[in-house]
């Protein structure tokens, strides 16, 4: 199976509503977890990120948080704007150099 | 805006053609990498450079051939490339790859459209 699954893969909110996209990872050795939000016709840019000594950070409107028992991590925005419409990629760490495993990407959708 | 700069930001050629893909950044990081990216799906990692050695190569077609000429630069070299090569290619950073298991970000260049006619 896929080292690291995400969830939904597409996602429609309505604005101000808040989005949750979810990611499994199967690596029990991952210990970093960043996420990058992928806007149309740029790179992926990193918006969060959490370390495996703890189990959830904010920042501002964007919060991620780590369940390390169930190999699960998780992207919270709240009052969603239609700016945060995008593609999201969860990603894991692998064991080896700087290398990463990616989540299959969510398309969020804010409905103005 | 990134702090990694890619050029140009869209490219159309040939199968006969040769062309180089450049990426530049001045943070200071001592990791680059290239990855492709096809529509709707999540970057492809194809090489790694660490202290302007490479250090991976993803098992890539001879007709992609990576350079690092200094540490802030990162070419690709692209000939002979067949149409399923079209794609965007990205060029990312990273601080150094030399810790038994890390944990720092990969920052993004805007990556090269790249049509294969």
């Known amino acids: 199976g896929e080292n690291v699954e995400q969830h939904p893969s597409t996602l429609s909110v309505q604005e101000g509503d808040s989005a949750v996209i979810k990611c499994t990872y199967s690596?029990?050795?991952?210990?970093?977890f960043p996420w990058y939000k992928q806007e149309l016709g740029k790179g992926p840019q990193l918006i969060i990120d959490?370390?495996?000594?703890?189990g959830e950070k904010k920042d501002q409107r964007i919060a991620v948080t780590l369940n390390k028992t169930a190999k699960h991590f998780s992207l919270h925005i709240t009052e969603t704007q239609p700016e945060d419409s995008a593609v999201y990629f969860c990603?894991?760490?692998?064991?080896?150099?700087?290398?990463?495993?990616f989540g299959t990407g969510t398309s969020l959708t804010v409905i103005p | 805006d990134t702090e990694v700069t890619q050029t140009p930001k869209h490219l159309v050629m040939g199968m006969t053609n040769k062309k180089s893909l450049k990426c530049e950044q001045h943070?200071?990081?001592?990791?680059m990498y290239w990855y492709k990216q096809k529509a709707k799906k999540p970057p492809e990692l194809m090489f790694v450079?660490?202290?302007?050695?490479?250090?991976i190569n993803e098992s890539v077609p001879s007709r992609f051939s990576p350079e690092c000429p200094n540490s802030s630069l990162l070419n690709l070299h692209l000939h002979a490339l067949q149409p399923e090569d079209s794609a965007l290619y990205l060029c990312?950073?990273?601080?150094?790859?030399?810790?038994?298991?890390?944990?720092?970000?990969?920052?993004f260049g805007n990556g090269t459209r790249l049509t294969v006619t």
């Open positions: 990312a950073s990273s601080q150094s790859l030399y810790r038994e298991m890390y944990n720092s970000p990969l920052h």
């Open positions: 690596d029990s050795a991952s210990n970093y």
């Open positions: 959490i370390r495996s000594n703890v």
């Open positions: 990603a894991a760490n692998m064991n080896t150099g700087n290398q990463f495993y």
């Open positions: 943070m200071g990081h001592r990791a």
């Open positions: 450079y660490s202290y302007e050695k490479l250090s």
